[in-house]
């Protein structure tokens, strides 16, 4: 399953009040594995950002004067995002200030229109599992990294990219943690390291019958009959070494 993990950064809270995006950023995960591919855009609004906002995010008006408009980079964005799940942290803003995006470019373009979001993608609100899971609790991103012991002293303002990075984190702490090592040798050797997680995995080819097999010792087997031997007792019978073949079995 392909997985968007977005945050975005605004001019302010409610886009009927004329707030823009100012920075979107966003992590690829395939199969709960973060796969490398990344999208971040700064995003020039065409209107002032209110200062609460900068106060949150860090991002001045000079800092996104020379950025591409929305329109300009829409197209790429809607690439990126569309058919995947998208996992975000107090979804309905996010996708409230990206639908509106969204009308006002297909107002004045027409065709082909984008959006909006819940058609062409699935939306998973981190914010709300985070409220089943912990009810009565707080579920920012920052309680949730403390909770789950997720490293995020770096994050001293808001940025769209970061926070999508710590959010995937998150989310895999929130349901059950990320896959281990991928042994596929189907996968090719340019994605060796998004499938094992980010680790330098070596794959080692054996020639056959070259893999040297340990046998257990006497002192070894007794201590298997002994474990057998509790199972029975505890379950009343032990199918296991009732299995042929196998070398510990008990004879009369």
Known sequence: MRQIILDTETTGIDPRDGHRLIEIGAVEMVNRRLTGNTY??????QRTIDAEAVAVHGITDERVADEPLFAEIADEFWAFIEGAELVIHNAPFDVGF???ELGMLNQDRGEPRLGPVADHCRILDTLQMARDKHPGQ????????KRYDIENGHRVLHGALLDAEILADV?????GGQTALSLDASAGEGNESAASGGLNVRRVSLTPG?????APDEAEWQAHRDKLATVREAGGECRWDTLEGWPGRETS
């Open 210 to 214: 070259t893999l040297k097999v340990q």
């Open 98 to 100: 990206i639908d509106h």
């Open 138 to 145: 707080r579920n920012n991103l920052d309680a949730l990294c």
């Open 40 to 45: 971040h855009q700064f995003i020039n609004p």
């Open 171 to 175: 989310y895999l702490a929130m349901t």
